[in-house]
């Protein structure tokens, strides 16, 4: 069983910025992959950003150049940098982890833009 749990999340003035963090409760050597999605109110979850087991990272359209996801293997911990945040990022932002052919969900941590 894998556990995951988000934090770092809060309320933010449009153009700021958060970092969120995912704990996992194993070595995030053994996942295939993490990514972070997000899903704000009314509409599908959606992947926001990816992270292989070799680094290589993928980020949706709408984030490119504004966040990072970035991982300390020393510390299980996956993170995902957000700056220039804007009201449209709104939403619960949720942690998965990628284990064969299982996947895991954290329970989301909250993260409003908003003036």
């Known amino acids: 069983q894998v556990q995951l749990v988000e934090s770092g999340g809060g309320l933010v003035q449009p153009g700021g910025s958060l970092r969120l963090s995912c704990a996992a409760s194993?070595?995030?050597?053994?996942?295939?992959?993490i990514a972070w999605y997000r899903q704000a109110p009314g509409k599908q979850r959606e992947l926001v950003a990816h992270?292989?087991?070799?680094?290589?990272?993928n980020y949706a359209d709408p984030v490119k150049g504004r966040f990072t996801i970035s991982r300390d293997n020393a510390e299980n911990l996956v993170y995902l940098q957000m700056f220039s945040l804007k009201p449209e990022d709104t939403a619960v932002y949720y942690c998965?982890?990628?284990?064969?052919?299982?996947?895991?969900w954290g329970r989301g941590t909250q993260v409003t833009v908003s003036s």
């Open positions: 194993r070595s995030i050597f053994s996942f295939n992959a």
């Open positions: 998965k982890a990628e284990l064969g052919d299982t996947n895991y």
């Open positions: 992270i292989g087991s070799f680094g290589i990272t």
